[in-house]
């Protein structure tokens, strides 16, 4: 056996949640709310990002890249991606945020070729000026499910095998689902309050480092083993599709 990674984007490989700084940057008060609706339960993901975009109104495109290449990642993330490549373990970042800004700050940072999975972003010309409006499009929803706009529990299914100890990283609400298919958690902020309501055996962390850290110390001790709820989930999952 051996593991499998998954890790979210915002406020993990991030270091703030950049889908709502650009957003309250872009729309203000009313992007404020809409994210507070969507953490009650009120709206799903996808209203949200439509809302948020519709708020944000015309915009440059430089404003946009001004405000992304503001954003810092995680400093121990070099590390984190060193570690993986060392240990031949593979990894795929999950985000319910949107490929545009992904795939921007990645490669500022040195990181053009990670594989990951987001929403996609695209700019429509708005009024002749050079503005453009944001078009949210939702290529991974779950039929069964619109809580999240991009199904990360679908992604952490389809892309594991049988063989595969599933890592997860996360820290907000789009982490939730996931998490409980996952053999060994790395949580925190949000997230560690849900394992800790749900029951899910999780590890703290502040940094990449410390998934490193612990990560090295479970492999070199030959602890790694599957959750028998993630597993039973994950077989369950698997009949019903």
Not at 41 to 56: L, S, V
Not at 85 to 107: A, M, N, V
Not at 117 to 139: K, M, W, Y
Request: proline share 2%; hydrophobic share 35%.
């Amino acid at each position: 056996m051996r593991p499998r990674i998954f890790v979210d984007f915002d406020g993990t490989i991030s270091r703030v949640d950049v889908g709502d700084q650009l957003f309250q940057e872009l729309g203000g008060e009313t992007c404020t709310r809409l994210v507070q609706d969507y953490l009650a339960g009120k709206i799903n993901a996808r209203d949200c990002f439509i809302g948020e975009c519709t708020a944000a109104g015309a915009v440059r495109p430089e404003l946009v890249d001004e405000i992304l290449d503001r954003q810092e990642i995680d400093p121990t993330f070099t590390n984190f991606v060193d570690f993986c490549s060392r240990r031949e373990i593979d990894f795929t970042i999950l985000s319910d945020g949107f490929d545009y800004y992904i795939e921007r700050i990645l490669k500022r940072h040195g990181f053009e070729n990670l594989t990951f999975f987001a929403n996609h972003l695209e700019f429509q010309a708005a009024d002749g000026t050079g503005r453009v409006s944001l078009v949210p499009i939702f290529p991974y929803r779950d039929a069964e499910c619109d809580r999240c706009a991009n199904c990360k529990r679908n992604h952490v299914l389809t892309l594991s095998s049988e063989d595969d100890i599933i890592v997860y990283i996360g820290d907000g609400y789009s982490d939730r689902c996931p998490s409980r298919y996952a053999d060994i958690v790395f949580a925190k902020r949000d997230l560690i309050r849900y394992c800790r309501q749900e029951n899910i055996s999780y590890y703290e962390f502040h940094n990449l480092q410390d998934i490193v850290d612990r990560l090295e110390k479970i492999l070199s001790q030959k602890r790694i083993r599957k959750r028998w709820q993630a597993e039973l989930r994950r077989r369950e999952a698997f009949l019903q599709g």
